[in-house]
Structure formats: C-alpha cells, structure tokens
Nanobody, 122 residues
Framework: QVQLVESGGGSVQAGDSLRLSCAAS????????MGWFRQAPGKEREFVAV????????FYAQSVKGRFTGSRDNAKNTVYLHMNSLKPEDTAVYYC???????????????WGQGTQVTVSS
C-alpha cells in the first residue's frame, strides 16, 4: 500500500532552519505531484508548497515564499522541504501529500503522510 513518511521536524528558535523529508513507497513516485501542507492548532490545514513530477517546477504559499524551498529526489522516492528563517507562526504539523495531478487544495490529494511537528519559539 501507499505510504508517505515524514521526518525532520523538531523544536527550533526563530531564525533557524529545518529540512523536512517525506519518503514515499507503494506508488510510482515520479508520476505523482508532491505537496506540503501544514496545520496549526485550531486552524484549517493550509497549503505550503507543491513540487511537480520532475521537481523542475515549484509553487509556494505567499507566507513561506522566499524562505521555504521544495525539492525532490525521484531516485530516492523522497521529497524535501527546506525551511529557512523560521518564524513562530510557522509552528504546525507539516504533512506531505501525493496526487497524480497538479493541485493546491488539500482535498485534491489522494495520499497523505502522518505529519511531523515543527515548533518555532521566539
């Protein structure tokens, strides 16, 4: 079955960096667009970034643009989210998701990981 497993979350100070990873199995990885989403306590899950099938194209939420970078390694079936200049408002559970089609809305994604917690303190 399809599995997406995130890792790399943690507790950091404002201004620090983290790299999240999401390892995929059970699907033809290079045939899937990979998205990153996040959900803070009491808030809706929100779009963060999307990486196209080859990794040649990415798109970001305005709130993270210029600070976060999405990438993927199709040989390793892994997608990454490099997060720089982290802010307390970036605190959330971060999820990776997979879909065959390019999408920005969470409800369009077929597969989801379990999430990894990122906590940024000021």
């Amino acid at each position: 079955q399809v599995q997406l497993v995130e890792s790399g979350g943690g507790s950091v100070q404002a201004g620090d960096s983290l790299r999240l990873s999401c390892a995929a199995s059970g699907l033809p990885f290079s045939s899937y667009v990979m998205g990153w989403f996040r959900q803070a306590p009491g808030k809706e899950r929100e779009f963060v970034a999307v990486i196209n099938w080859s990794g040649s194209s990415t798109f970001y939420a305005q709130s993270v643009k210029g600070r976060f970078t999405g990438s993927r390694d199709n040989a390793k079936n892994t997608v990454y989210l490099h997060m720089n200049s982290l802010k307390p408002e970036d605190t959330a559970v971060y999820y990776c998701a997979a879909d065959e089609n390019l999408a920005l809305a969470a409800d369009e994604y077929d597969y989801w990981g379990q999430g990894t917690q990122v906590t940024v303190s000021s």
